[in-house]
């Protein structure tokens, strides 16, 4: 099993920059396919981008594209998603995800989700 646990969160204007944490909890970690999602009041969760485990494949939302980075630590059994140039839309509550598929865009290919952690981001 996989337990992950979000971080750095918070309020931030249009043009700024978050770096989320995802702590993982198991020996397994490295072997899984870490992503983030994000979920909007009154929207689906929806894909924000994934890495495979070992860091050899990636995949974003093109709404993010250039703006946000995925990346991985197996050593520290870390994932970070580093958002930048954030705008009002990408204001949502940020999930990390473990699946032992490749990277996926579908909720459902994902085992372990953490509690989310909020962006906010003002115009």
């Known amino acids: 099993q996989v337990q992950l646990v979000e971080s750095g969160g918070g309020l931030v204007q249009a043009g700024g920059s978050l770096r989320l944490s995802c702590a993982a909890s198991g020996r397994t970690f490295r072997s899984y396919t870490m992503g983030w999602f994000r979920q909007a009041p009154g929207k689906e969760r929806e894909f924000v981008a994934a890495l495979s485990w070992n860091g050899g494949r990636t995949d974003y939302a093109d709404s993010v594209k250039g703006r946000f980075t995925i990346s991985r630590d197996n050593a520290k059994n870390t994932a970070v998603l580093q958002m930048n140039s954030l705008k009002p839309e990408d204001t949502a509550v940020y999930y990390c995800?473990?699946?032992?598929?490749?990277?996926?865009?579908?909720?459902?290919?994902?085992?372990?989700w953490g509690q989310g952690t909020q962006v906010t981001v003002s115009s």
């Open positions: 995800a473990a699946s032992a598929y490749g990277p996926d865009t579908r909720v459902e290919k994902y085992d372990y």
